[in-house]
């Protein structure tokens, strides 16, 4: 997915990408939700973010209920991973897409774990 760009001169029409024109393929859409899903995911619910929602309770409520909210937190999550596809940024979407796969394969293998552990 990753192309090599172009130089722009100063003042070159430049074509947006297709999604930005209302033309978006099944495979960017996908992309999209998984991304999204994952990314929203990472931040509301890792070990990792715990530091930045610990952070945020003592900061202001609504900071505290964006981070451990996955509808709010989704909904800037869409916003942030449509601006990256905008930029062809997507090895960072891949990354949130691998995170929630494997968070997902750990779910459906998790009853087998713990039966035969």
Request: glycine share 6%; proline share 3%.
């Amino acid at each position: 997915m990753l192309t090599a760009t172009k130089v722009v001169e100063l003042g070159e029409v430049v074509s947006p990408p297709h999604f930005l024109k209302g033309n978006i393929n099944m495979l960017d859409f996908i992309i999209f939700l998984l991304a999204t899903f994952g990314l929203t995911m990472i931040v509301t619910n890792s070990f990792l973010f715990k530091w930045v929602r610990n952070w945020a309770d003592t900061k202001n409520i609504y900071i505290s209920k964006l981070f451990k909210c996955n509808q709010c937190f989704g909904f800037w999550a869409a916003i942030i991973v449509y601006i990256l596809m905008i930029y062809g940024v997507y090895f960072i979407l891949y990354g949130f897409i691998g995170s929630i796969f494997c968070y997902l394969i750990f779910l459906l293998i998790k009853p087998f774990i713990d039966k035969y552990d």
